[in-house]
């Protein structure tokens, strides 16, 4: 196998410049917490699983663009991504059917108005209200579920994205 | 007067996705339309000198009716939340398609894939 | 200046960049006008009152934009521009004034800009989720009680579209680069 269609796969997975590295290598970590904390807060605050979901995405992508994708996919790779995606998706569709069974209707909030005695106590226990970030019922774990879902499926696009090209790019050689 | 023009933006996407050649000019065309549908939603709901639909502190009493006579109508927002995400999930395929194609056919005229077969 | 006529500017800003959008023969031009017009939307939401949509709205542009750049970047043909159309072209613009034009008609219908339907209609459901949202579901946060509480099914609807149409990319842009078929990738 000679080494010259190495090159540029070489090139093509390497990355930017050490300023956009070293930048990253401080930022990412940033971008993470305020997602998850759009996340965390989006039954108080503007935000939400959606966007939340899509900024968490974003410390992934801009560590894929800045180190190249080998490192990326270090951090999480592509089987592990879609088993994650596809835990959310389910995540969401349990609390939705445990909603049902709980609460009587599909969706209902089974811990806001809880209809069982024991989960009514448990929420006075934790002591539960407005206002808090502990409150909203099923809304928080929704979010939760929802962002890991966008995140990891928003990953595994760009992943294939950046491998397309890399093929791309043997191809033209 | 805004709605006018909202449709305006509409019509301008709805041009871009008709008349032109190139497969990126027309994802750009409905990635306008998106947008302009989504803004016209918005300005819907909107109520005049009203306030984010995010409730103050003690939001129970009549701080509840203030707000509620104060807010701007969350329906439409959270409709429009569901329809941006939509959004980047078609523009991902839509994304996806276009480099299949420039991969096949080598260009993103589509004239020219019309032409070539086989 | 009213929020009326801010929209108005701002949405006249975002017309001429559309139109610079589309008319540019550049790619990468194009996609960055498109970026400042998604910028020009984010402000407009801010300003009418919506900031998780105006989130939401700048995060997903930001997405869209790095995929279609790493679209088009280093593929730019020039277009070959051939015979124009003319007669086609014409009758397109005349169907697209057509259809303008009935909407255009249909607009007044609409209200006026800042009267929401449930300040005109009193059985509207949106005066029942800004009174009783936050003693129902206990999120402060209406929109999230709406779309994860009042509508959660809606929510539930666009999980899936979403998931379906990622799947759908995934499976077409992939395919093992000949290089790493010998490794075990996954």
Same mark, same amino acid.
């Given at each position: 196998m000679n080494n010259q269609p190495q090159q540029p796969v070489q090139e093509m997975t390497a990355g930017m410049s050490i300023v956009v590295q070293?930048?990253?290598?401080?930022?990412?970590?940033?971008?993470?917490?305020?997602?998850?904390?759009?996340?965390?807060?989006?039954?108080?605050?503007?935000?939400?699983?959606?966007?939340? /979901?899509?900024?968490?995405?974003?410390? #992934?992508?801009?560590?894929? +663009? $800045?180190?190249?994708?080998?490192? =990326? %996919?270090? !951090? &999480?790779?592509?089987?592990?991504?879609?088993?994650?995606?596809?835990?959310?998706?389910?995540?969401?569709?349990?609390?939705?059917?445990? /909603?049902?069974?709980?609460?009587?209707? #599909?969706?209902?909030?089974? +811990? $806001?108005?809880?209809?069982?005695? =024991? %989960?009514? !106590? &448990?929420?006075?226990?934790?002591?539960?209200?407005?206002?808090?970030?502990?409150?909203?019922?099923?809304?928080?774990l929704c979010n939760l579920a929802i962002a890991l879902k966008v995140c990891t499926s928003l990953f595994l696009v760009f992943a294939v994205l950046a491998m397309l090209r890399v093929e791309q790019q043997e191809q033209e050689e | 007067m805004p709605y006018t023009l909202c449709v305006i933006l509409f019509m301008v996407g709805l041009y871009a996705v008709a008349t032109k050649r190139n497969l990126i000019k027309i994802v750009i065309g409905f990635i306008i339309m998106e947008n302009s549908a989504n803004l016209l939603l918005i300005m819907l709901g909107y109520r005049a000198g009203g306030r984010a639909p995010v409730a103050f502190r003690d939001g129970v009493g009549d701080a509840a009716t203030a707000f509620a006579q104060s807010a701007v109508d969350p329906l439409p927002q959270a409709l429009v939340l569901t329809s941006i995400v939509i959004s980047l999930g078609v523009t991902a395929l839509m994304v996806a398609i276009c480099l299949r194609v420039y991969q096949r056919y080598g260009t993103f005229d589509i004239s020219e894939i019309r032409r070539l077969r086989g | 200046m009213s929020i009326e006529t801010l929209s108005i500017i701002l949405l006249l800003f975002i017309i001429v960049g559309a139109l610079i959008a589309i008319e540019t023969p550049d790619l990468l031009s194009a996609v960055i006008c498109l970026g400042t017009i998604d910028i020009g939307f984010t402000i407009l939401f801010l300003f009418l009152k919506a900031p998780d949509i105006a989130i939401t709205q700048m995060v997903v542009e930001v997405v869209c934009l790095v995929i279609l750049i790493r679209a088009t970047i280093r593929r730019d043909k020039a277009v070959v521009t051939g015979e124009r159309q003319f007669f086609g072209l014409m009758v397109t613009l005349a169907v697209i004034a057509v259809l303008a034009l009935f909407t255009l008609r249909a607009v007044p219908f609409l209200g006026e800009f800042g009267a929401p339907v449930f300040t005109r209609v009193e059985s509207a459901p949106a005066a029942r989720y800004l009174s009783d949202g936050v003693k129902d579901t206990g999120a402060a946060n209406a929109v999230a009680a709406v779309i994860l509480d009042y509508r959660g099914y809606d929510t539930l609807g666009e999980a899936t579209i979403l998931f379906a149409s990622v799947v759908g990319a995934v499976a077409l842009l992939r395919r093992k680069p000949r290089k790493e078929v010998q490794e075990a990738d996954l």
């Open positions: 070293t930048v990253t290598r401080w930022v990412k970590s940033f971008i993470f917490l305020f997602g998850l904390y759009i996340v965390c807060f989006g039954h108080l605050t503007p935000g939400g699983g959606f966007s939340g /979901g899509v900024i968490l995405c974003c410390a #992934f992508i801009l560590m894929m +663009l $800045a180190f190249g994708r080998e490192r =990326a %996919l270090r !951090r &999480l790779p592509l089987g592990r991504a879609g088993v994650l995606d596809s835990v959310g998706a389910l995540a969401f569709l349990v609390i939705a059917v445990v /909603g049902l069974f709980i609460g009587g209707v #599909f969706f209902a909030n089974w +811990l $806001a108005v809880p209809a069982a005695a =024991a %989960l009514q !106590r &448990l929420c006075a226990a934790i002591g539960v209200e407005p206002f808090h970030l502990l409150s909203a019922g099923t809304i928080p | - | -």
